[in-house]
């Protein structure tokens, strides 16, 4: 009865449009000539002509836009920041509520993935192999590519099913597997290989790699969470909120949460899909702590409040300084001290203790969610230049140090290229894909 309950908490909190809504909501779009929404997403999909055909029940044809722009627009359509992209932009925005473009995309390339069609074909191949690391979705938004380029794409993933931070990071009832197994079965089917639990660097070399392909597109993502660096994070119930979430996507599920107390350190969108998931596990009570405000919080304002709304209590202005735990080793409270945060004259905030402000949160499990690593041992086994884990790349063409490797999507965010977003990523890995075969060209590689 428990795990019913929970598979139950893990469906999808959005439900479809049905068909009468979501032609309603078609027809009030003004399928504006020079439209903003359009100019505000990331792969400039024609929001007016997929909009449009659903309106006259095309959605074949609206599918085909939406994904010929953008290759996992089945969940950009789920976990893209809408608010602040497409319909933030729509022009009914001052005067009614905006479009809702996320459903409406939603509801179309529902339809494809129900109907089982595939829109796109491989090309004529021209001879050449291309490695790709990683099968988030910038790597498979450029093996899609490729492959209708006509190149010989190999995919190598760590982990056992593809799908990167899409399948692993982002929780289920935002965004579900099956929609991500679709859309790598949709790159499968263009002819790209992928290979599922292959580590380059220890199930297979670099210097195997660069023998035997082209090129190599690096889509590596990010890693585990940091350490907090502080007195008893290896007691047993501290966790890596990736890792926590990925959790939630195996059954049996390998841990038991039901009434306990979680504390979650972080207010980023992972500390959030982890504090809800926890929730939805049957935690007592979670509690998220941030050392600075809901002012600096980087999560998004729509998730911030879905948070709250699932009954998560936030605590601002709090450090933690100590995790403390039993004679057993578990995990029993969380020693904190409140902050200050001051404005300086050149306009930087400054975080200061409070003197003698420690108190004790009661705890039984710990989520760390402060960010996460950067690969930094294996771009230095790549012999890649790099900033504090970042590969230097060419801006334009995604090209790294070394002119046989590319770097596309959460591996190179963090230095002015792009945010870590799905939808960013995925516009990254087209751009790339398209950059190497310009570049292939213009050396006479391809014919």
């Not at 006259?56 to 969940?75: C, D, H, R, T």
């Not at 339809?111 to 790597?139: C, D, V």
């Not at 041992?377 to 140090?401: A, C, K, R, W, Y």
Request: with cysteine; glycine share 8%; charged share 25%.
């Amino acid at each position: 009865m428990i795990n019913v309950l929970i598979d139950e908490n893990f469906e999808e909190v959005t439900p479809r449009l049905l068909k009468a809504s979501a032609i309603e909501e078609a027809n009030r779009c003004l399928y504006c000539f020079d439209a903003p929404c359009m100019r505000a997403c990331p792969t400039t999909i024609n929001v007016p002509s997929f909009i449009k055909k659903i309106a006259s029940s095309n959605l074949k044809g609206s599918a085909k836009v939406i994904l010929e722009a953008n290759p996992m627009g089945a969940s950009c359509a789920r976990v893209c920041p809408t608010e602040e992209l497409c319909e933030g932009a729509c022009v009914l925005q001052k005067d009614e509520k905006p479009i809702k473009i996320g459903a409406l995309q939603r509801y179309a390339t529902d339809w494809l993935k129900e109907q089982n069609i595939s829109l796109f074909k491989r090309g004529a191949a021209n001879g050449h192999k291309i490695a790709i690391i990683g099968s988030g979705p910038a790597g498979l938004s450029a093996a899609r590519e490729l492959c209708r380029l006509g190149y010989e794409v190999t995919i190598f993933e760590a982990e056992k099913q593809a799908g990167g931070l899409s399948q692993h990071g982002i929780v289920s009832f935002r965004l579900p597997q099956e929609v991500v197994e679709w859309e790598v079965d949709q790159v499968r089917q263009l002819g790209a290989t992928i290979l599922t639990g292959k580590r380059v660097g220890i199930d297979v070399t670099c210097t195997e790699l660069l023998e035997r392909f082209d090129r190599i597109i690096m889509a590596i993502g990010m890693g585990e969470v940091p350490h907090l660096n502080i007195e008893g994070e290896k007691l047993e119930g501290v966790l890596d909120a990736i890792d926590f979430v990925k959790t939630t996507k195996r059954k049996p599920l390998p841990m038991n949460i039901q009434g306990k107390k979680v504390v979650v350190i972080g207010a980023g969108n992972t500390a959030i899909d982890a504090a809800t998931c926890a929730i939805r596990l049957g935690a007592a009570h979670v509690k998220i702590l941030y050392r600075r405000t809901a002012n600096e919080m980087t999560a998004y304002p729509f998730e911030y409040e879905f948070a709250k709304q699932e009954g998560i209590e936030f605590q601002w202005l709090t450090m933690p300084k100590k995790i403390m735990g039993n004679m057993d080793g578990k995990v029993v409270g969380i020693e904190c001290v409140h902050m200050n945060l001051m404005d300086r004259y050149d306009q930087q905030d400054v975080l200061i203790e409070v003197e003698n402000s420690n108190f004790i949160v009661q705890a039984d499990v710990v989520i760390r969610a402060i960010g996460q690593r950067r690969h930094v041992d294996f771009i230095n086994e790549m012999n890649l230049q790099h900033l504090n884990g970042v590969p230097s790349v060419d801006p334009i063409t995604f090209q790294t140090s070394s002119p046989q490797i590319y770097a596309c999507g959460d591996v190179i965010y963090g230095s002015g290229y792009g945010d870590a977003t799905v939808v960013s990523a995925v516009q990254q890995g087209k751009d790339c894909a398209y950059a190497l075969h310009d570049a292939l060209q213009q050396t006479s590689e391809i014919a």
